[in-house]
């Protein structure tokens, strides 16, 4: 005997949900059915652990890639079944083919696409289950994954425009700290030896960096071993204490220039996630929900959050977002004009568009501009490094 989890209606149209044992899937569907329940979902209790496994570290490029398949495989009229058999016998990859395997098996036995993916969150958001259900209601499955899509090739966009304006600095100066520790550790070292033997007074600037060599040789290993494991432990405590996780988050929406652009590449996912939601025909307060769901800077979440409060007790949301500085007066006012009249999705669309305009023109500035600035910043160290050691020597062939 197996054991059923299911879900459906009785006979007053109520929602009712329960486990039930059977031989297999039929006679569990016909015991329902005499009880005179409208099944919505059955399913096997272990079969979602079944590929568990399996699949738990399927990418998250690979669930686009997938998506992408079948929206094209249902436009051109393929049965849903049928478009992810398609899919997995084109797959090579055993830990997407092992999902694809679960997730057909589920949809044979009688569930909706929907639930089926709500037992794989951690590769399904809520956000996505809730749209693909809407979908399936309105039989517009098809443009409803390209919607996903496209929100998805939004959101991707903009967080690899962040990491490469972060990336390049981020390799630039570390090669340079790399450069700089070797030339202090055993170059000028090498260079004291030397000036001590002349028993000469040196200038100031070559005291300075040869006691700067000698700090970095005898405690440098010191300083690093306290700077991993500030680095680590601050990194631990993030994801075990939410309390230092919120407070780093505010931080970072405060630092200079990075701060002003996270905030801005997150209200133009915020504003592409709503617009989305509320084009598909979700309620505005269950799209606020939802979208705090979503992994945001934690600041963002508590004020969706705050937001989705006032919402609820009656307050318009230009007025909610009013309260909280995270959001820009052209955004508030945009959202204003278009709950007056009632194209609220239109108007987060176009704020999503000039926010990610802006984020283009910033990372372009950051790419013209970053570049010799760091070489300078690189040259003058260099400079002050080899000045320092051509100093005494210049003073030494005075005096010789």
């Not at 006691?211 to 494991?229: E, V």
């Not at 704020?351 to 501009?369: F, H, K, N, P």
């Amino acid at each position: 005997m197996k054991t059923f989890i299911w879900e459906g209606t009785d006979q007053h149209n109520q929602t009712v949900h329960g486990k039930i044992q059977a031989p297999n899937h039929q006679l569990a569907r016909e015991i329902l059915k005499n009880q005179s329940i409208q099944i919505t979902t059955l399913c096997a209790k272990n079969f979602i652990t079944q590929y568990k496994n399996n699949y738990r570290n399927v990418s998250s490029k690979d669930i686009s890639l997938f998506l992408n398949q079948l929206a094209t495989l249902i436009s051109a009229n393929i049965p849903l079944t049928q478009a992810i058999q398609f899919i997995q016998q084109g797959c090579k990859k055993l830990k997407l083919n092992a999902l694809l395997q679960s997730i057909s098996t589920s949809l044979r036995e009688g569930n909706s696409f929907s639930y089926t993916l709500k037992q794989h969150p951690q590769h399904f958001v809520t956000l996505i289950c809730q749209l693909i259900h809407i979908a399936e209601q309105s039989g517009t499955l098809d443009i409803m994954l390209n919607n996903i899509i496209q929100h998805d090739l939004k959101t991707q966009t903009l967080k690899n425009k962040i990491k490469k304006a972060l990336l390049y600095p981020a390799i630039i100066i570390f090669v340079t700290l790399i450069v700089l520790l070797i030339m202090l550790t055993f170059i000028i070292p090498q260079f004291a030896t030397l000036f001590e033997s002349y028993n000469t007074t040196l200038p100031f600037l070559t005291r300075m960096v040869i006691d700067a060599s000698t700090f970095i040789k005898n405690f440098g290993w010191i300083f690093f071993i306290f700077l991993c494991g500030s680095i680590g432990g601050l990194f631990f405590a993030q994801h075990k204490h939410p309390s230092v996780k919120r407070r780093l988050d505010y931080y970072i929406l405060r630092a200079p220039f990075i701060g002003d652009l996270i905030k801005k590449t997150t209200v133009a996912r915020i504003a592409h996630t709503l617009a989305l939601m509320l084009t598909a025909g979700i309620p505005l307060l269950d799209a606020i929900k939802l979208t705090s769901n979503i992994r945001h800077n934690l600041t963002f979440s508590a004020a969706l959050n705050q937001m989705q409060n006032h919402v609820s007790q009656g307050q318009m949301l230009h007025r909610a977002m009013q309260i909280h500085p995270l959001f820009s007066a052209f955004c508030v006012q945009m959202v204003a004009i278009g709950e007056e009249a009632g194209k609220l999705d239109e108007m987060l669309q176009k704020v999503a568009s000039v926010y990610e305009s802006d984020i283009d023109r910033t990372m372009g500035y950051l790419e013209r501009s970053l570049e010799p600035m760091l070489m300078t910043i690189i040259s003058v160290i260099v400079g002050v490094l080899v000045a320092a050691m051509y100093l005494p020597i210049f003073k030494l062939g005075r005096m010789m």
